[in-house]
């Protein structure tokens, strides 16, 4: 018997707001002293009232309007009870019944097919605190209790653990687009509960599901359901397969899943509406002014830059993995257009845009990556960038050099004519000298050149090395090498 995995996601995502969801402490959990961020009314005192944060329900909103979620115009947020020492208050305020949002979808991509993955609902409620375990004690940070979330449930339309990992992944970077939250798994800012359960292939019926609570990697997430498929297929091959619904805690450092408890039903929670909360309105005219807000999402960026730049799809990709990337490429192409005509620009567009991806998306990141910085932090700003690729265009310096000046300009922000210029990196060009450089070099190496002409022709590597050492860097490899290969028919 063939079966299949049936997966599906919740997940929390921590919004990015000044304060708390219902109170004005400040946002900031993870860069507070413990315990100091905290008020009566996040700390669930009896006889406090909570006051909802407008900024939540905007980038809730935004959230939901780029995941093709429908707005509701009422929506009602609930008391989910249920005991933990982390929850000060005994209870959750959340939505239920009656959600911020439901009804969209994310597509995703992998190996060029696309599925389309169903999102139930999104709503919106507040966090817990934080609990930690020190020396055999379990201490808490109030800190973080309140911090307003996204919850956003999927339908079981996952059929791989790859394909949750880029769900996420996707989810991730679209988050960041819109600014509305970190979404970063390993501060927490993104959490995810697993649910998932086995059926034989052609079946339709739903079996009780395996929740697996509280991922923070997606590497966790994708090693999590590829254990749990295994363990329930095997159970299914010797007709155990799970009757009732379980939760169950992942051990990244074993690499498997244990058993925390039965798993409650909604009805366990005794959901019931908030008496302290009026419920939620939101206008057609609060979704169009915040719609209006959302910017240029992933893949129609990667579909204009294709279009627009001739990029492949792979190149768009990587400079659209985020918007800071993405803009630092379109104002370097923007400030390079005011260097050279109109006429030259359209001629040589796909050059030009592929000599300034090649040298971002390679070298610039190689610099970036080994500082561990974000592009928006570095010195160069895109009018000096625009201006080294313009050297490299003229051929006015060559690779070699053209790396060496990157590197001054990375470290000090420096410009790039002022580099060359102190430093005498510009290329030679002129045939006259390289000619006499060439002849220089087979004149002082005739054994090689004879197996050259021997049949070696490798030894051309050997002969532009000389070259380039002779020039300090300086020659035109390509001219050199065709001026040499003249000379040694």
Same mark, same amino acid.
């Given at each position: 018997?063939?079966?299949?995995?049936?997966?599906?996601?919740?997940?929390h995502t921590q919004l990015k707001t000044k304060s708390?969801?219902?109170?004005?402490?400040?946002?900031?959990?993870? &860069?507070?002293?413990? @315990?100091?961020?905290?008020?009566?009314?996040?700390?669930?005192?009896?006889?406090?009232?909570?006051?909802? @944060?407008?900024?939540?329900?905007?980038?809730?909103?935004?959230?939901?309007?780029?995941?093709? +979620?429908?707005?509701?115009?009422?929506?009602?947020?609930?008391?989910?009870?249920?005991?933990?020492?982390?929850?000060?208050?005994?209870?959750?305020?959340?939505?239920?019944?009656?959600?911020? $949002?439901?009804?969209?979808?994310?597509?995703?991509?992998?190996?060029?097919?696309?599925?389309?993955?169903?999102?139930?609902?999104?709503?919106?409620?507040?966090?817990?605190?934080?609990?930690?375990?020190?020396?055999?004690?379990?201490?808490?940070?109030?800190?973080?209790?309140?911090?307003?979330?996204?919850?956003? !449930?999927?339908?079981?339309?996952?059929?791989?653990?790859?394909?949750?990992?880029?769900?996420?992944?996707?989810?991730?970077?679209?988050?960041?687009? +819109? @600014?509305?939250?970190?979404?970063?798994?390993? *501060?927490?800012?993104?959490?995810?509960?697993?649910?998932?359960?086995?059926?034989?292939?052609?079946?339709?019926?739903?079996?009780?599901?395996?929740?697996?609570?509280?991922?923070?990697?997606?590497?966790? !997430?994708?090693?999590?359901?590829?254990?749990?498929i295994k363990r329930q297929t095997e159970l299914w091959?010797?007709?155990?397969?799970?009757?009732?619904?379980?939760?169950?805690?992942?051990?990244?450092?074993?690499?498997?899943?244990?058993?925390?408890?039965?798993?409650?039903?909604?009805?366990?929670?005794?959901?019931?509406?908030?008496?302290?909360?009026?419920?939620?309105?939101?206008?057609?005219?609060?979704?169009?002014?915040?719609?209006?807000?959302?910017?240029?999402?992933?893949?129609?960026?990667?579909?204009?830059? !294709?279009?627009?730049?001739?990029?492949?799809?792979?190149e768009a990709e990587v400079l659209s993995n985020t918007?800071?990337?993405?803009?630092?490429?379109?104002?370097? !192409?923007?400030?390079?257009?005011? +260097?050279?005509?109109?006429?030259?620009?359209?001629?040589?567009?796909?050059? /030009?845009?592929?000599?300034?991806?090649?040298? /971002?998306?390679?070298?610039?990141?190689?610099?970036? &990556?080994?500082?561990?910085?974000?592009? $928006?932090?570095?010195?160069?700003?895109?009018?000096?960038?625009?201006?080294?690729?313009?050297?490299?265009?003229?051929?006015?310096?060559?690779?070699?050099?053209?790396?060496?000046?990157?590197?001054?300009?990375?470290?000090?922000?420096?410009?790039?004519?002022?580099?060359? *210029?102190?430093?005498?990196?510009?290329?030679?060009?002129?045939?006259?000298?390289? *000619?006499?450089?060439?002849?220089?070099?087979?004149?002082?190496?005739?054994?090689?050149?004879?197996?050259? *002409?021997?049949?070696?022709?490798?030894?051309?590597?050997?002969?532009?090395?000389?070259?380039?050492?002779?020039?300090?860097?300086?020659?035109?490899?390509?001219?050199?090498?065709? /001026?040499?290969?003249?000379?040694?028919?």
């Amino acid at each position: 018997m063939k079966l299949e995995p049936i997966i599906g996601l919740e997940i929390h995502t921590q919004l990015k707001t000044k304060s708390k969801m219902f109170c004005a402490c400040s946002n900031t959990p993870d &860069n507070t002293k413990p @315990n100091s961020a905290v008020c009566p009314i996040c700390l669930g005192h009896p006889g406090t009232l909570p006051s909802l @944060n407008e900024q939540v329900v905007d980038c809730a909103i935004k959230l939901a309007l780029a995941l093709n +979620l429908k707005i509701n115009s009422n929506s009602v947020f609930e008391r989910k009870n249920y005991f933990y020492p982390d929850l000060p208050s005994g209870y959750q305020i959340s939505q239920f019944e009656y959600p911020l $949002s439901e009804n969209g979808f994310l597509v995703i991509e992998e190996n060029d097919k696309k599925t389309k993955i169903g999102i139930e609902r999104l709503h919106i409620e507040n966090d817990s605190a934080k609990s930690m375990h020190v020396d055999g004690e379990t201490l808490v940070d109030f800190n973080r209790a309140g911090t307003p979330l996204a919850e956003i !449930v999927t339908n079981p339309d996952f059929r791989s653990p790859q394909q949750a990992k880029l769900f996420l992944q996707k989810l991730r970077q679209i988050c960041r687009y +819109l @600014n509305v939250s970190d979404a970063d798994m390993e *501060k927490g800012n993104l959490r995810c509960d697993v649910n998932i359960s086995m059926r034989p292939i052609g079946d339709t019926k739903l079996y009780p599901k395996t929740e697996i609570k509280n991922l923070n990697s997606f590497r966790s !997430v994708e090693k999590a359901i590829e254990y749990e498929i295994k363990r329930q297929t095997e159970l299914w091959e010797k007709d155990e397969r799970p009757k009732i619904q379980t939760t169950r805690g992942y051990i990244d450092a074993k690499q498997i899943t244990e058993l925390q408890r039965e798993k409650e039903e909604s009805n366990d929670y005794r959901y019931f509406p908030e008496p302290d909360l009026n419920p939620l309105i939101v206008s057609k005219q609060k979704i169009q002014k915040l719609s209006i807000e959302i910017p240029e999402l992933p893949d129609e960026k990667i579909k204009r830059f !294709v279009s627009e730049y001739i990029l492949t799809k792979n190149e768009a990709e990587v400079l659209s993995n985020t918007i800071e990337i993405s803009s630092y490429f379109e104002n370097t !192409v923007s400030e390079f257009k005011t +260097l050279i005509s109109e006429k030259e620009y359209k001629k040589e567009k796909q050059k /030009i845009t592929k000599l300034i991806n090649g040298w /971002i998306t390679s070298e610039l990141f190689k610099l970036i &990556n080994k500082e561990n910085m974000n592009i $928006s932090e570095i010195k160069i700003t895109p009018y000096d960038f625009a201006k080294f690729i313009s050297f490299i265009y003229k051929n006015t310096i060559n690779s070699s050099n053209a790396q060496k000046v990157l590197k001054l300009m990375f470290d000090n922000g420096s410009d790039p004519e002022v580099i060359i *210029k102190e430093n005498d990196f510009s290329q030679i060009n002129d045939e006259s000298v390289l *000619k006499q450089l060439a002849q220089k070099i087979i004149d002082n190496n005739k054994n090689q050149v004879e197996e050259y *002409k021997s049949g070696k022709e490798n030894l051309m590597k050997y002969f532009i090395g000389i070259a380039m050492k002779e020039s300090k860097g300086k020659a035109n490899p390509e001219i050199i090498e065709n /001026i040499l290969k003249n000379k040694l028919k």
